[in-house]
Nanobody, 122 residues
Framework: QVQLVESGGGLVQPGGSLRLSCVAS????????MGWYRQTPGKQRELVTT???????TYADFVKGRFTISRDNAKNTVYLQMNSLKPEDTAVYYC????????????????WGRGTQVTVSS
């Protein structure tokens, strides 16, 4: 079994910063791409940012220059540093990871965390 657990969400004022973390645990052979998505009530979940095992990153236009994704492969952990937060960044943030559980496991599967609430408000 694989679990992804996010942490670090909370309430922050506009212009403030938060750092999210997501740890993957359980039966894991390898983790490929990891990423962060977000969702607000009544809207579809949207991609925020991804990072490959080798460190190649992608960002949605609405967070470029403000958010930074990073990962620690030894700890099966991905981070999201969020700066210059705006009220429109308010959402539940979900961690995603593409994982092979065993050496014979193919294709890799996507796993999701339960999400962490980020609220940007004065």
């Amino acid at each position: 079994q694989v679990q992804l657990v996010e942490s670090g969400g909370g309430l922050v004022q506009p212009g403030g910063s938060l750092r999210l973390s997501c740890v993957a645990s359980g039966s894991i052979f390898s983790i490929n791409t990891m990423g962060w998505y977000r969702q607000t009530p009544g809207k579809q979940r949207e991609l925020v940012t991804t990072i490959t095992r080798g460190g190649t990153t992608t960002y949605a236009d609405f967070v470029k220059g403000r958010f930074t994704i990073s990962r620690d492969n030894a700890k099966n952990t991905v981070y999201l540093q969020m700066n210059s937060l705006k009220p429109e960044d308010t959402a539940v943030y979900y961690c995603n990871a593409n994982i092979r559980r065993y050496s014979t496991d193919w294709p890799p599967r996507d796993y999701w965390g339960r999400g962490t609430q980020v609220t940007v408000s004065s």
